[in-house]
């Protein structure tokens, strides 16, 4: 117990160490983090008010950053499946940071969904009547937090064994494994229910929905952890391999593969019905009369991802500076589709034929931009702390010394 | 060559002693963490801007929903309350907590060829229910629908015209429709809103989270969230309320229609119906056959908004056989003699 707390008080220490540059990105994110939440005190002060959410568009950039964020999450699952199910050894030493990402990712979506709520203080009405299994919210509440939870073990269990230098116990974190990939899945598709569910919104009500939401996720996550990967092999001495950041692409180029695909489907069945169904698809994609306001959105959504599907499948994406810019693409493009995109047009028109358009405000914008910086923060200080550790610079029978050999894990 | 930030050689080439804590650290480190909390401080500043203490007292924290309170927790849950509506708006309230009749539902029955579209029934509706002003908040929109067709999409919110109605339209108001199989009661995370007994879908302000998942499920558009504080001034305010209908709302909660049901359910008619000049509106109750609505569910050709959806709304519009080309030249007549109230603001002068 002692040796824990000790664990936990050098890693926050260590967390605290490091170079101009690593103090230059922590200032950084920590600024634009408290400008979000100076941001969210004046939203908790004066209410929903100061977004630009109205009754005729009632969810928006948070929601939509919720979506895309649970997507993020599940990614990690991408690294665990081929080490856990197919041994590829590439990734092997990777799977931690997918495991670590998914925790900031699921930190950021459930700050997400509370700046969301009007009344954030009564938050423990959910433990007193909590709408379970009737509303796809209580399920939603359940999966994301036991997948925090699974991803909080899972990690913490492998880094402590590696702090105390010793062997993880295989029943200790495989079980856990293999439940967090079916749960990985789970908090996607869950999250895809709680808008396919809605009768009222033809827009969400697709099947083709949670699969979409699955590829989109399991090409945007991967892609921003192949990016992540190279700034960590710059930055540290711990080894990633081409290969690894290569066998992350081919996973990248399928999914996105898939996801263009359903997209073409969703495009396709709206379109050839023209149906009343297709009004929010037309204002997304070609406006409704003047009231054009997510159209160069997913135009560029889709030229993004277009390019970046393109580069992935020539084989110039093999050289990393292709790769990275094709990432960068993709991770922008699935943004905007599957932020914006997807959450404001079911809105517009409204379930009584009204548009009124979305526009997000400053403060809104502070207040997501700051939680992206305090995800980010999270995410930066795990993996910092986490190398030395798997390296045995910092063990139970040392304080962090960088100089140190890196030394084998015990296996 | 890559350079090490975090680990590794090149970092630490000049200090090969591990860290330690020197006196130029200390300092450093105490100023680093004395700057992070004042820019902590700093950034918590609005929540200083705070005063309205009684939206936030420890009695309203601590109630239970409303489903599990005794006849004693509902008596001081009324009693601060009624404190508070006092406080604010300087009117002692008639609150109470109307409960449902037994062998009662209620269903609602709207004559589109008698309705003229002058919107009365929205401004009744929003004295009897203490909406907030500003921003406006209404229960009731009136679409102006051209003849032909019942896809509210073709219709128009926002008609201005100084005489109604227009002789080549309709006028269809949609408010909730307290449907008897309510997707907005399945999506609720917290069983803030549930069905009465007499078919009237109701919310506890005091309970729900302000998610708005509610108000993404109804297909009609029947549900308002408190964006900002309720602007009401004192003598806006009907005392006469109830404690699942009408008493003031705090910001960051849901509201909508209820059929009135602190009128209702002592037997009166609700706002919107009593303030119909045409009497388009008919309200009673659809297990007494001989009740208005009774018989109009029996003769009339009604039919509900929708009916794809399966909601089964407990709201019926029907149109008068006699005059199956046009409005009731009666109505028309009204209409000509009373104008037309102004739609709600545009949504942009909300913010």
Known sequence: MIQYLTFLTRCFRLSFVGDWRYYLWMLFLSIVALLGLNAYCKQFVHGLATTGMTDQVSWGLYIANFTYLVGMAAAAVMLVIPVYIYRNRDLHNLVIFGELFAVAAIIMALLFVTVDLGRPERFHHLMLRFNFPISMLTWDVIVLNGYLLLNLHICGYLIYCAYCRRKPGKFFYYPFVFIAIAWAISIHTVTAFLYSGLGGRPFWNSAVIAPRFLASAFAAGPAFLILTLQVIRSTTDYTISDRALLTLRNIVTIAMTINMFLLGCEVFTEFYTDSAHVASAKYLFTGLGPHRGLVPWIWTAIGLNTVALLLLYLPVSRGLQFLNFACVMLIIGVWIEKGMGLIVPAFIPTPLGEIVEYIPTLNESLVSLGIWAFGLLVYTILVRVTVPVLFGRLSFDREYDPNALPEPLPH | ?351
């Open chain 2, 1 to 351: 060559m890559s350079v090490r930030i975090w680990d590794g050689p090149s970092a630490t080439l000049d200090d090969p002693q591990p860290p330690r804590m020197t006196r130029r650290s200390f300092l450093r480190g105490t100023t680093a963490a004395a700057g992070g909390l004042a820019a902590l401080v700093a950034a918590l500043n609005p929540l200083r801007e705070f005063t309205q203490q009684d939206e936030f007292t420890l009695d309203q924290f601590l109630q239970k929903h409303y489903k599990e309170m005794t006849p004693e927790d509902m008596e001081k849950a009324l009693a601060r309350i009624r404190a508070e509506v006092e406080k604010r708006y300087g009117v002692r309230p008639h609150l109470r907590d109307v409960k449902p009749r037994a062998g009662v539902e209620f269903v609602y029955a709207l004559n589109l060829s008698r309705c003229i579209g002058c919107r009365k029934c929205v401004y009744a509706c929003v004295a009897e229910n203490n909406q907030s002003r500003s921003p406006q908040i209404q229960y009731i929109r009136v679409i102006e629908m051209p003849r032909g067709t019942l896809d509210t999409e073709k219709g128009n919110h926002h008609y201005t015209h100084p005489k109604v109605p227009d002789i080549n339209h309709f006028y269809m108001p949609v408010q909730c429709h307290q449907c008897a199989n309510p997707p907005c009661v399945k999506v609720c995370p917290v069983e803030a809103t549930w069905q009465e007994p007499d078919g009237i879908t109701v919310i506890d302000y005091d309970w729900c989270i302000g998610c708005r998942y509610c108000e993404a499920a109804c297909p009609y558009w029947a549900r308002r969230f408190n964006f900002a504080q309720p602007d009401l001034a004192g003598d806006a305010i009907n005392p006469d309320m109830s404690y699942l209908s009408n008493r003031p709302r705090p910001k960051g909660v849901m509201e909508k229609c209820h059929f009135c049901l602190h009128r209702t359910r002592e037997g009166r008619l609700p706002a919107c119906l009593e303030a119909c000049p045409t009497g388009a509106r008919k309200f009673g109750n659809v297990l007494d056959p001989n009740s208005e609505v009774a018989q109009i569910l029996k003769t009339k050709r009604v039919f509900v908004l929708k009916e794809e959806v399966g909601t089964l709304p407990r709201f019926f519009y029907y149109f008068d056989e006699r005059y199956p080309n046009s409005l009731d030249p009666e109505a028309v007549k009204i209409g000509q003699a009373i104008g037309c109230f102004p739609g709600s603001p545009a949504p942009e002068a909300l913010a």
